[in-house]
Every structure is written in C-alpha cells, then in structure tokens.
T-cell receptor, first 113, second 115 residues
C-alpha cells in the first residue's frame, strides 16, 4: 500500500530559484529517504533522515522531518537545469532494518533555463 | 553505473513468450528487490530477498517468478504476461541489519513491453 504522498505532483521553476517538495506518510517510520529519477532511468538515492533527526543537509539539499505531523520536505537551493527529474520520498517501516521501502508517487520537477 | 546492473535494458515480448530479467550487484549487499513502475502509479514492491531467502511477495501474480541463486544475482522469470504488465522493472539492493539506515541502490531498469 502507498505510504508516502508527495506534493505538488508537478513543479516548474526558473533556474536559480529554490524548489521545495513535500511528503506526507501514514505510519511510524525508522527513516525517510529521498530519491531522484531521471526520465526512464533508475532511482538515485539522495539523502536519508532518521526518525530522531529533524533536519539534514547535503550540498544544495536540505531535508526536514516532522514526525508529529508525519511529513517531510526536500529543499533544493539554487536550482540547475540538471535538477530536472522526478523526486520520490520513501519510508522504511520495517522492524528489521531496511527490508521494506515504500515509495510515493513523486514530484515532477522542471527547471526552466 | 550504480553498481547494480540490469539486463536487458529493453524487452518486447508476446503474451505467450517466456523471458527472464537479470539483475547483478557486487556491492556486498545482502538484500535485493524487484519493483514495478507503471505510469502515474507509485513504485510497487514485488519481491524482497533477504540473505537469499524470499521474505516478501506482495501478492504478485504467478506469471512473475523470482529467483535468487546467490546474494549477487536476482532474476525475474516472465511467462504468459498481459499487456498491463508493460512497465519499467527496477532491481535494487541494500545492506541489511537492525537499525540499518542505508539507501537502496537501483539499477537502470528494464523497459518491458508486452504485445
């Protein structure tokens, strides 16, 4: 069953602007992860945030997690044309680490040069 | 290359054919997964192999048959498929362990078209 839901479904911004995507989920989690997918390709792991963390940074990426609201956000700063892709959140609910990752439907991000 | 290799990249098969998808990783991971990605749908987890044992089968039709002969290789055997099975099939691998906090490594996928 679907766990995460990304919002918005699609987002278009000008190059150089910041892009924010949100993810909501339903059950308690061990961690939440964000992935990127270029058209027709496999997913690439971007960042993982544990359930006891509230914010994490990696380069131009900033992820927040609010377990009380069961939500997360992914911020991409100073966007580039190469950031055009679909972005997915995924939640790990398993009792034994990492055995079941459930993905949302994704946000399609388009960066306009 | 991500370290997870899927072959073939593209496959067109008739409904009466039998074919197999292959996935290979040499990352030392001990869990492997098959996901199905259809247009406008969330990724669907099909099968999970943990330490070469199948631990999850999300009610996948029997026309899909997985095989994991060792921790580095994963197959998805296909037979008598339907047109609605056309999709991108993704293989992934990950380390395992209680409290593990690792991302999955995905292959580039096999684009399957059933005619």
């Amino acid at each position: 069953s679907q766990q995460g839901e990304e919002d918005p479904q699609a987002l278009s911004i000008q190059e150089g602007e910041n892009a924010t995507m949100n993810c909501s989920y339903k059950t308690s989690i061990n961690n939440l992860q964000w992935y990127r997918q270029n058209s027709g390709r496999g997913l690439v792991h971007l960042i993982l945030i544990r359930s006891n963390e509230r914010e994490k940074h990696s380069g131009r990426l900033r992820v927040t997690l609010d377990t009380s609201k069961k939500s997360s956000s992914l911020l991409i700063t100073a966007s580039r044309a190469a950031d055009t892709a679909s972005y997915f959140c995924a939640t790990d609910e398993s009792n034994f680490g990492n055995e079941k990752l459930t993905f949302g439907t994704g946000t399609r991000l388009t960066i306009i040069p | 290359e991500t370290g997870v290799t899927q072959t073939p990249r593209h496959l067109v098969m008739g409904m009466t054919n039998k074919k197999s998808l292959k996935c290979e990783q040499h990352l030392g991971h001990n869990a492997m997964y098959w996901y199905k990605q259809s247009a406008k749908k969330p990724l669907e987890l099909m099968f999970v192999y943990s330490l070469e044992e199948r631990v999850e089968n999300n009610s996948v039709p029997s026309r899909f048959s997985p095989e994991c002969p060792n921790s580095s290789h994963l197959f998805l055997h296909l037979h008598t498929l339907q047109p609605e099975d056309s999709a991108l099939y993704l293989c992934a691998s990950s380390p395992l362990g209680r409290g593990a906090n690792y991302g999955y490594t995905f292959g580039s996928g096999t684009r399957l078209t059933v005619v």
